[in-house]
Structures are given as C-alpha cells and as structure tokens.
C-alpha cells in the first residue's frame, strides 16, 4: 500500500485551467476597481468600483457623496447603508446617511447624532457641533442621546461668544431654539446639562442682532429654575443676560411669567 504521504492527487487539466482563468479574471477586476477608486472622475466610475471592490468601504463613501452631490438620493442612500455594514463606526459614514436623508425629506436627526458622537473627542472638528445641533428634532429625543449630544454641545464661554460671533441673526435664532428644546429633552435624566443648554440658548437669544421671537423669549424666561444648575462662576453672568433677554422683550423680569 502506497503510504499516505506520498500519494499524488491528480488534478484535471481543465479543472486547472479553470482556476486559473478565474484568478486572472479576479486580479483584474481588483486591479481595476483599485485604480477606478484612486482616480474616480464620474458617477459611472464610482459604481463600477463598487461593483469590482465591493469589500471596500472607502468606494462606497466616495459613490455616496458623488451620488449626492448629482441628486441621486436613492443611490447615494444605498450606498450609505453599504458603508455602514461594513465600517459602522466612522462617522463620515453616518453624516452621509444623515444627507442622504435629509435630501430624500426623511428623519434623519438619530443618524446625525451617531456621526456627532464618533467623531473623537480629540479631534477639534466644526462639522462635529454641526452634527450635533442637526440631531436636536423639534420634538422627543431619548433623554441619554440628549445629554451625550449636550455634552459635545458644552462649550466654554469665549468659544461661544466666537461661535455667536460668526452667525447671522436667523442663524443664532434657530441655534438658540435648538438648545433650548435639547434643555427640556435633558432634564428627564441631568438638570446639570439641562441648566448648561438652557444658559447657552440664552447667551444666543441675546447676542442676536434682531429681536427675539415671543415663545423663544418666554419658554427661556420659564426655565429660569435652571438656573440653581448652573457652575457657580456661570450664575453672575446668566443674571446679566437675564437682564438683557427681558430688556430685549420689552418686559421688567419681575414681571416676567415664572417657572
């Protein structure tokens, strides 16, 4: 009996042939999805990588945002939800699902939450307060989603006078509402962020050039017991602007509705 280990296994030469055609067909298809992908000038091109590469995900980011960029919002959703099955975790995945929502009219704000919370803490990126002031719906949020979106939202006092600075009064407005409404949202669970979004909406309702809207004005004057949540070297300065939001409205803040 021939021993095992030196047996031969004879291999069909179409079998062969076969594998090797299959191998070169592979390599090429790779070889030109790669270079499709590093030199991607059309919407066909793009989709011609994603067919070639379809494991890499960096394709698909690219696809998505060109398809976006063409108003082709069905695709470059597609193209989203494949990104996000194979790199769930990269934020730039979750912004462009969040656009690719946004476009097609659908509820996006959760998906502009998760890109808000990926973006690494060390990492300083504008785009990130973006995120985050996109994920504040007008109505309901999950009280922990709002207080992780407060925290990223927290800034200090002179990067918010910078960031204020750098606004239109439409702009300061719509900002103000936004962190007025993640205030409530977050007091189910810390009245500390709820204190920390209602004094920023303040600050922003105040430094607009324009006037500010009556429910704006007094849903801020109702929240004032979120004042004792306040860091104690931030209560002198929500008194002062306080002060202002009533002047603004044209009311004495004795007079003002109470909490």
């Known amino acids: 009996v ?12 179409f079998v062969s042939v076969v594998i090797l055609l299959f191998s070169l067909f592979w390599s090429y298809s790779v070889i030109t999805g790669y270079s499709l992908m590093s ?3 059309t919407v066909a091109d793009a989709e011609q990588a994603c067919r070639r590469i379809p494991w890499e995900e960096r394709i698909f980011l690219r696809s998505g945002q060109m398809h976006l960029y063409n108003n082709m919002v069905l695709a470059a959703l597609e193209d ?11 934020y730039r995945g979750w912004e462009l699902r969040a656009s690719a929502l946004d476009a097609a009219g659908r509820e996006s704000c959760s998906a502009w939450a998760r890109a808000a919370l990926l973006v690494p803490e060390n990492i300083d990126l ?9 994920s504040i719906p007008p109505e309901g949020m999950d009280p922990d989603t709002a207080v992780a979106v407060s925290v990223v ?11 204020v600075s750098r606004m239109n009064s439409d702009e300061t407005i719509l900002m103000s509402a936004k962190l007025l409404n993640l205030s409530l949202y977050c007091r189910e669970v810390s009245m ?10 303040l600050i922003c309702a105040v430094d607009a050039d324009g006037p500010v809207p009556a ?7 109702n929240g004032r017991d979120l004042y004792l949540y306040l860091d104690q070297d931030w209560k002198p300065r929500a008194e002062e602007y306080l002060e202002l939001l009533s002047e603004k409205m ?10």
Do not use: C
């Open 80 to 90: 989203s939800e494949h990104f996000l099955e194979l790199y769930p975790e990269y």
């Open 250 to 259: 044209g009311m004495d803040l004795l007079s003002a509705p109470s909490p």
């Open 192 to 201: 500390y962020h709820a204190g920390r979004m209602w004094f920023q909406s």
């Open 153 to 163: 939202l927290s800034f200090s006092r002179e990067k918010m006078s910078d960031l």
């Open 2 to 13: 021939t021993p095992l280990s030196n047996r031969k296994v004879n291999i069909p030469a």
């Open 39 to 41: 030199n991607t000038r």
């Open 126 to 134: 504008p785009d990130r307060y973006l995120f985050a002031l996109n």
């Open 215 to 221: 429910d704006l004005g007094f849903n801020l004057l």
